[in-house]
């Protein structure tokens, strides 16, 4: 939960960068390579980690 958190503390903040560049394009770069990319990835090994650990435990569970 406090990832999340953290998360959306980030993008707010990157958004608040983003809207103060001087151009709409370089506000969308901001926000694109700053915010939503790394928020993507941080969620997709978070993602994969919990899979691992959920096939972990169901593998351990039928043996």
């Known amino acids: 939960m406090a990832l ?4 959306m503390g980030w993008l707010y903040a990157v ?3 983003a809207v103060g560049q001087r151009s709409v394009a370089a506000g ?3 926000f694109f390579f700053l915010g939503a990319l790394p928020v993507w990835f941080v969620a ?6 919990l899979r691992r650990r ?3 435990l169901e593998d351990e569970g039928k043996a």
């Open 54 to 56: 959920r096939q972990t």
């Open 4 to 7: 999340i958190i953290v998360l």
């Open 15 to 17: 958004l608040m960068l």
């Open 44 to 49: 997709w090994v978070v993602r994969n980690r």
């Open 28 to 30: 969308a770069a901001v």
